[in-house]
Protein backbone atom coordinates (compact mmCIF):
# COMPACT_ATOMS: atom_id res chain seq x y z
CA UNK A 1 0.00 0.00 0.00
CA UNK A 2 1.15 3.56 -0.21
CA UNK A 3 0.46 6.52 1.53
CA UNK A 4 0.27 10.33 0.54
CA UNK A 5 -0.10 13.02 3.28
CA UNK A 6 -2.14 15.99 2.33
CA UNK A 7 -1.49 19.22 4.48
CA UNK A 8 1.94 20.26 5.44
CA UNK A 9 1.55 21.80 8.15
CA UNK A 10 3.61 20.38 11.65
CA UNK A 11 1.94 17.58 12.13
CA UNK A 12 1.51 16.59 8.16
CA UNK A 13 5.08 16.87 7.93
CA UNK A 14 5.53 14.62 11.58
CA UNK A 15 3.32 11.65 10.29
CA UNK A 16 5.49 12.22 6.51
CA UNK A 17 8.71 11.27 8.18
CA UNK A 18 7.17 9.09 10.72
CA UNK A 19 5.77 7.12 7.69
CA UNK A 20 9.08 7.17 5.80
CA UNK A 21 10.18 4.76 7.79
CA UNK A 22 8.36 2.03 6.07
CA UNK A 23 8.60 3.07 2.84
CA UNK A 24 8.25 6.19 0.17
CA UNK A 25 5.93 8.89 1.31
CA UNK A 26 4.59 11.73 -0.38
CA UNK A 27 3.79 14.88 1.29
CA UNK A 28 1.54 17.09 -0.58
CA UNK A 29 1.29 21.13 0.46
CA UNK A 30 -0.69 23.40 -0.80
CA UNK A 31 1.51 26.28 -1.40
CA UNK A 32 4.32 25.34 -4.41
CA UNK A 33 6.62 27.90 -3.16
CA UNK A 34 6.21 26.13 0.45
CA UNK A 35 6.82 22.96 -1.73
CA UNK A 36 10.10 24.20 -3.63
CA UNK A 37 11.47 25.34 0.14
CA UNK A 38 10.55 22.22 1.54
CA UNK A 39 12.47 20.03 -1.11
CA UNK A 40 15.37 22.92 -1.15
CA UNK A 41 15.68 22.75 2.39
CA UNK A 42 14.93 19.04 3.15
CA UNK A 43 12.74 20.85 6.13
CA UNK A 44 9.98 22.47 6.85
CA UNK A 45 10.87 25.93 8.83
CA UNK A 46 7.96 27.20 9.59
CA UNK A 47 5.86 24.96 10.73
CA UNK A 48 8.32 21.85 12.25
CA UNK A 49 11.41 23.60 12.64
CA UNK A 50 14.78 21.39 13.06
CA UNK A 51 13.57 17.91 11.61
CA UNK A 52 14.89 16.62 8.59
CA UNK A 53 12.69 15.16 5.85
CA UNK A 54 14.15 11.64 5.13
CA UNK A 55 14.99 10.90 1.62
CA UNK A 56 11.65 8.68 0.96
CA UNK A 57 9.80 12.12 1.69
CA UNK A 58 8.78 13.67 -1.90
CA UNK A 59 7.12 16.79 -1.23
CA UNK A 60 5.08 18.30 -4.08
CA UNK A 61 2.53 21.18 -4.81
CA UNK A 62 0.71 18.65 -7.55
CA UNK A 63 -2.47 16.97 -6.64
CA UNK A 64 -2.05 14.56 -9.07
CA UNK A 65 1.31 12.99 -7.86
CA UNK A 66 -0.31 12.96 -4.29
CA UNK A 67 -3.57 11.14 -5.24
CA UNK A 68 -1.68 8.32 -6.67
CA UNK A 69 -1.43 6.66 -3.05
CA UNK A 70 -4.04 4.34 -1.91
CA UNK A 71 -4.19 5.69 1.66
CA UNK A 72 -4.54 9.42 1.66
CA UNK A 73 -4.02 11.23 5.75
CA UNK A 74 -6.03 14.61 5.47
CA UNK A 75 -3.99 16.87 7.78
CA UNK A 76 -5.09 19.92 7.30
CA UNK A 77 -7.16 22.36 9.71
CA UNK A 78 -10.77 21.75 10.14
CA UNK A 79 -12.19 23.87 8.87
CA UNK A 80 -10.32 23.59 5.84
CA UNK A 81 -11.37 20.58 4.94
CA UNK A 82 -15.11 20.38 3.61
CA UNK A 83 -13.78 22.90 0.88
CA UNK A 84 -10.70 20.45 0.22
CA UNK A 85 -13.01 17.52 -0.44
CA UNK A 86 -15.29 19.23 -2.75
CA UNK A 87 -12.66 20.79 -4.58
CA UNK A 88 -11.39 16.81 -5.40
CA UNK A 89 -14.48 14.76 -4.74
CA UNK A 90 -14.06 12.68 -8.28
CA UNK A 91 -10.36 12.16 -7.73
CA UNK A 92 -10.70 10.45 -4.12
CA UNK A 93 -13.89 8.57 -4.64
CA UNK A 94 -11.98 4.99 -4.50
CA UNK A 95 -9.67 6.22 -1.89
CA UNK A 96 -9.04 5.15 2.10
CA UNK A 97 -9.50 8.47 3.46
CA UNK A 98 -8.03 9.13 6.98
CA UNK A 99 -8.58 12.05 9.00
CA UNK A 100 -6.06 13.25 11.31
CA UNK A 101 -7.48 16.49 11.90
CA UNK A 102 -9.42 17.52 14.79
CA UNK A 103 -12.53 19.71 15.55
CA UNK A 104 -16.04 19.95 13.70
CA UNK A 105 -16.98 21.83 10.71
CA UNK A 106 -18.55 25.74 11.65
CA UNK A 107 -21.14 24.76 8.56
CA UNK A 108 -22.79 21.68 9.03
CA UNK A 109 -21.79 20.76 12.64
CA UNK A 110 -20.07 17.70 11.00
CA UNK A 111 -16.33 15.91 12.46
CA UNK A 112 -14.26 14.87 9.83
CA UNK A 113 -15.85 10.95 8.65
CA UNK A 114 -19.23 12.81 8.33
CA UNK A 115 -17.84 15.49 5.55
CA UNK A 116 -15.78 12.46 4.19
CA UNK A 117 -18.98 10.33 3.46
CA UNK A 118 -21.23 13.52 2.48
CA UNK A 119 -18.82 14.73 0.69
CA UNK A 120 -17.07 11.64 -1.26
CA UNK A 121 -19.52 8.63 -1.21
CA UNK A 122 -17.30 6.41 -2.49
CA UNK A 123 -14.27 6.55 -0.26
CA UNK A 124 -13.77 4.51 2.92
CA UNK A 125 -13.67 7.22 5.55
CA UNK A 126 -11.54 6.48 8.87
CA UNK A 127 -9.84 8.64 11.62
CA UNK A 128 -6.21 8.74 13.40
CA UNK A 129 -6.43 10.26 16.71
CA UNK A 130 -5.02 10.78 20.42
CA UNK A 131 -2.88 12.29 22.13
CA UNK A 132 0.46 13.03 20.01
CA UNK A 133 2.20 16.22 19.24
CA UNK A 134 3.77 16.64 15.85
CA UNK A 135 7.23 17.11 17.70
CA UNK A 136 6.65 14.05 19.77
CA UNK A 137 5.88 11.84 16.59
CA UNK A 138 8.50 13.60 14.19
CA UNK A 139 11.34 12.55 16.72
CA UNK A 140 10.36 9.15 16.87
CA UNK A 141 9.23 9.20 20.73
CA UNK A 142 7.04 6.43 21.67
CA UNK A 143 3.26 7.32 20.70
CA UNK A 144 -0.12 5.54 21.01
CA UNK A 145 -3.43 6.89 18.78
CA UNK A 146 -6.68 5.66 18.32
CA UNK A 147 -7.45 4.46 14.64
CA UNK A 148 -10.83 4.25 14.35
CA UNK A 149 -12.86 3.25 10.92
CA UNK A 150 -16.66 1.99 10.39
CA UNK A 151 -15.64 -1.29 8.66
CA UNK A 152 -12.73 -3.84 10.70
CA UNK A 153 -9.13 -2.57 9.85
CA UNK A 154 -6.58 -4.64 10.88
CA UNK A 155 -4.67 -4.36 7.66
CA UNK A 156 -5.15 -0.37 7.75
CA UNK A 157 -4.03 -0.35 11.48
CA UNK A 158 -0.75 -2.54 10.43
CA UNK A 159 -0.09 -0.17 7.83
CA UNK A 160 -0.39 3.12 9.89
CA UNK A 161 1.94 1.41 12.45
CA UNK A 162 5.54 1.81 13.29
CA UNK A 163 7.73 0.26 15.95
CA UNK A 164 7.46 4.32 17.43
CA UNK A 165 3.55 4.83 17.05
CA UNK A 166 0.99 2.17 18.17
CA UNK A 167 -2.06 2.70 16.74
CA UNK A 168 -5.91 0.92 18.93
CA UNK A 169 -8.19 0.05 16.29
CA UNK A 170 -12.35 0.93 16.69
CA UNK A 171 -15.13 0.88 14.76
CA UNK A 172 -16.63 3.96 17.02
CA UNK A 173 -15.80 6.78 14.70
CA UNK A 174 -17.93 9.23 16.30
CA UNK A 175 -16.43 8.98 19.67
CA UNK A 176 -12.87 8.75 18.18
CA UNK A 177 -13.33 12.16 16.28
CA UNK A 178 -15.46 13.74 18.79
CA UNK A 179 -12.82 13.06 21.88
CA UNK A 180 -10.25 15.05 19.56
CA UNK A 181 -12.42 17.97 18.71
CA UNK A 182 -13.77 18.49 22.16
CA UNK A 183 -10.37 18.55 24.14
CA UNK A 184 -9.24 21.39 22.17
CA UNK A 185 -11.85 23.16 23.60
CA UNK A 186 -11.66 22.39 27.41
CA UNK A 187 -7.56 22.50 26.77
CA UNK A 188 -8.33 26.33 26.19
CA UNK A 189 -10.36 26.10 29.48
CA UNK A 190 -7.32 24.52 31.40
CA UNK A 191 -4.89 27.13 30.35
CA UNK A 192 -6.93 30.29 31.27
CA UNK A 193 -7.48 28.51 34.64
CA UNK A 194 -3.20 28.56 34.81
CA UNK A 195 -2.60 31.78 32.85
CA UNK A 196 -5.05 33.34 35.25
CA UNK A 197 -2.96 31.84 38.74
CA UNK A 198 -5.99 29.59 39.41
CA UNK A 199 -4.27 26.78 40.66
CA UNK A 200 -3.38 23.14 39.72
CA UNK A 201 -6.29 21.94 42.31
CA UNK A 202 -9.23 24.19 39.95
CA UNK A 203 -6.83 22.63 36.70
CA UNK A 204 -8.03 19.01 37.76
CA UNK A 205 -11.40 19.68 38.71
CA UNK A 206 -11.77 21.88 35.03
CA UNK A 207 -10.43 18.77 33.47
CA UNK A 208 -12.55 16.49 35.18
CA UNK A 209 -15.70 18.43 34.73
CA UNK A 210 -14.97 18.72 31.12
CA UNK A 211 -14.56 14.69 30.97
CA UNK A 212 -18.27 14.32 31.98
CA UNK A 213 -19.40 16.91 29.79
CA UNK A 214 -17.23 15.34 26.68
CA UNK A 215 -18.97 12.12 27.39
CA UNK A 216 -22.52 13.84 27.62
CA UNK A 217 -21.62 15.26 24.37
CA UNK A 218 -19.99 12.20 22.46
CA UNK A 219 -22.96 10.12 24.57
CA UNK A 220 -26.12 12.03 23.01
CA UNK A 221 -24.14 12.10 19.48
CA UNK A 222 -24.11 8.25 19.30
CA UNK A 223 -20.62 7.65 20.66
CA UNK A 224 -19.25 5.17 23.28
CA UNK A 225 -18.30 5.56 26.18
CA UNK A 226 -15.40 3.55 26.21
CA UNK A 227 -13.83 5.28 23.05
CA UNK A 228 -14.42 8.77 25.25
CA UNK A 229 -12.44 6.53 28.18
CA UNK A 230 -9.47 6.16 25.95
CA UNK A 231 -6.74 7.43 24.22
CA UNK A 232 -8.62 9.35 21.52
CA UNK A 233 -10.90 11.43 24.27
CA UNK A 234 -9.38 10.96 28.00
CA UNK A 235 -6.01 10.11 26.87
CA UNK A 236 -5.60 13.33 24.87
CA UNK A 237 -7.93 15.93 27.16
CA UNK A 238 -4.64 15.07 29.81
CA UNK A 239 -1.98 15.51 26.65
CA UNK A 240 -3.68 19.20 25.95
CA UNK A 241 -4.64 20.40 29.28
CA UNK A 242 -1.13 19.79 31.09
CA UNK A 243 0.98 20.82 28.73
CA UNK A 244 2.87 23.98 27.35
CA UNK A 245 3.51 22.58 23.48
CA UNK A 246 -0.07 22.66 22.97
CA UNK A 247 -1.40 25.47 21.16
CA UNK A 248 -5.18 25.46 22.16
CA UNK A 249 -3.59 25.82 26.25
CA UNK A 250 -1.24 28.59 25.06
CA UNK A 251 -4.17 30.19 24.02
CA UNK A 252 -5.94 29.85 26.88
CA UNK A 253 -3.01 31.07 29.11
CA UNK A 254 -2.67 34.54 27.02
CA UNK A 255 -6.37 35.03 27.89
CA UNK A 256 -6.03 34.09 31.18
CA UNK A 257 -2.67 36.12 31.66
CA UNK A 258 -3.95 38.97 29.59
CA UNK A 259 -0.56 38.42 27.34
CA UNK A 260 -0.87 38.60 23.66
CA UNK A 261 -1.14 35.92 20.82
CA UNK A 262 -0.07 35.30 17.13
CA UNK A 263 -3.23 34.98 15.34
CA UNK A 264 -1.39 33.00 12.72
CA UNK A 265 -1.19 30.18 14.71
CA UNK A 266 -3.70 27.14 14.25
CA UNK A 267 -5.85 26.65 17.57
CA UNK A 268 -8.71 24.44 16.81
CA UNK A 269 -10.49 24.75 19.71
CA UNK A 270 -12.15 28.21 18.80
CA UNK A 271 -14.46 27.21 16.08
CA UNK A 272 -14.85 24.20 17.52
CA UNK A 273 -16.41 25.89 20.66
CA UNK A 274 -18.64 27.60 18.58
CA UNK A 275 -19.89 24.56 16.70
CA UNK A 276 -20.13 22.70 19.68
CA UNK A 277 -22.53 25.51 21.08
CA UNK A 278 -24.72 25.10 18.11
CA UNK A 279 -24.84 21.39 18.43
CA UNK A 280 -25.82 21.20 22.41
CA UNK A 281 -28.58 23.77 21.67
CA UNK A 282 -29.75 21.69 18.74
CA UNK A 283 -29.77 18.75 20.86
CA UNK A 284 -30.25 20.09 24.72
CA UNK A 285 -27.14 19.50 26.06
CA UNK A 286 -25.51 21.14 28.85
CA UNK A 287 -22.30 22.26 28.59
CA UNK A 288 -21.25 25.39 30.82
CA UNK A 289 -17.43 24.87 31.01
CA UNK A 290 -17.68 24.40 27.07
CA UNK A 291 -20.22 27.60 26.80
CA UNK A 292 -17.56 29.82 28.80
CA UNK A 293 -14.89 28.97 26.72
CA UNK A 294 -16.70 30.45 23.49
CA UNK A 295 -17.39 33.31 25.13
CA UNK A 296 -14.30 33.88 26.61
CA UNK A 297 -12.84 33.39 22.83
CA UNK A 298 -15.42 35.81 21.32
CA UNK A 299 -14.24 38.68 24.44
CA UNK A 300 -18.01 38.51 25.36
CA UNK A 301 -17.23 37.87 29.15
CA UNK A 302 -13.73 38.52 31.32
CA UNK A 303 -11.80 35.73 32.92
CA UNK A 304 -13.37 36.23 36.60
CA UNK A 305 -16.79 37.00 35.41
CA UNK A 306 -16.59 33.31 33.85
CA UNK A 307 -15.38 32.12 36.72
CA UNK A 308 -17.74 33.33 39.03
CA UNK A 309 -20.63 31.70 36.96
CA UNK A 310 -19.11 28.40 36.76
CA UNK A 311 -18.72 28.23 40.58
CA UNK A 312 -22.17 29.68 41.18
CA UNK A 313 -23.59 26.85 39.78
CA UNK A 314 -26.95 25.04 41.60
CA UNK A 315 -25.12 22.67 43.71
CA UNK A 316 -25.35 19.12 42.77
CA UNK A 317 -24.90 15.20 42.58
CA UNK A 318 -21.71 14.19 41.12
N1 LIG B 1 0.47 19.89 15.50
C1 LIG B 1 0.10 18.84 16.24
O1 LIG B 1 0.83 18.47 17.19
C2 LIG B 1 -1.13 18.08 15.91
C3 LIG B 1 -2.09 18.56 15.03
N2 LIG B 1 -3.21 17.83 14.78
C4 LIG B 1 -4.25 18.35 13.89
O2 LIG B 1 -3.75 18.44 12.57
C5 LIG B 1 -4.45 19.47 11.87
C6 LIG B 1 -3.43 20.37 11.20
O3 LIG B 1 -2.68 20.97 12.25
P1 LIG B 1 -1.17 21.40 12.13
O4 LIG B 1 -0.47 20.63 11.08
O5 LIG B 1 -0.59 21.37 13.47
O6 LIG B 1 -1.34 22.93 11.67
P2 LIG B 1 -0.24 23.92 11.16
O7 LIG B 1 -0.69 25.27 11.56
O8 LIG B 1 1.12 23.50 11.54
O9 LIG B 1 -0.33 23.79 9.59
C7 LIG B 1 -1.51 23.91 8.90
C8 LIG B 1 -1.15 23.66 7.45
O10 LIG B 1 -2.34 23.48 6.72
C9 LIG B 1 -2.14 24.10 5.47
N3 LIG B 1 -3.45 24.40 4.91
C10 LIG B 1 -4.27 25.41 5.22
N4 LIG B 1 -5.36 25.35 4.44
C11 LIG B 1 -5.22 24.25 3.65
C12 LIG B 1 -6.00 23.67 2.63
N5 LIG B 1 -7.16 24.21 2.26
N6 LIG B 1 -5.53 22.58 2.02
C13 LIG B 1 -4.35 22.05 2.39
N7 LIG B 1 -3.56 22.56 3.33
C14 LIG B 1 -3.99 23.66 3.95
C15 LIG B 1 -1.32 25.33 5.79
O11 LIG B 1 -0.65 25.77 4.63
C16 LIG B 1 -0.38 24.80 6.84
O12 LIG B 1 0.79 24.26 6.25
C17 LIG B 1 -5.32 20.18 12.93
O13 LIG B 1 -6.64 19.74 12.83
C18 LIG B 1 -4.71 19.74 14.25
O14 LIG B 1 -5.66 19.70 15.31
C19 LIG B 1 -3.42 16.62 15.35
C20 LIG B 1 -2.51 16.10 16.21
C21 LIG B 1 -1.30 16.79 16.59
O1 LIG C 1 -3.81 17.54 19.25
C1 LIG C 1 -2.74 17.77 19.74
C2 LIG C 1 -2.06 16.82 20.63
O2 LIG C 1 -2.69 15.59 20.67
C3 LIG C 1 -2.08 19.08 19.48
O3 LIG C 1 -2.68 20.02 20.29
P1 LIG C 1 -2.69 21.55 19.91
O4 LIG C 1 -3.42 21.69 18.60
O5 LIG C 1 -3.39 22.22 21.04
O6 LIG C 1 -1.26 22.00 19.79
Redesign the pocket.
Known amino acids: MSIAV?????????LAVSYAQKGPVTL????PD?ADAMRQTRE?T???PGVKLPENVSVTAETATAFTAETLLL????Q??A??LKAHAATLSAKTLVS????IDLATGQGPTGLIRSLVPGSRAAVL??P??????ARGLPTALTLACADHSEALQAELSTPTLRLYRTTDTTGAELG?ALK?VYAIAAGTVIGAGLGDSARAALMTRSFAEMLRVALALGARAETLSGLSGFG?LVLTCTSE???NFRLGHALGSGAGFDP???V?GVATAEALNALAKKHQIEIPVAAMVTALTQQKISVSEAMKILLARPLKEE
Open positions: LGAGAFGTAWARDQNRRLAMPMQMGFCSKGTGSFAADIGNDQSRSITE
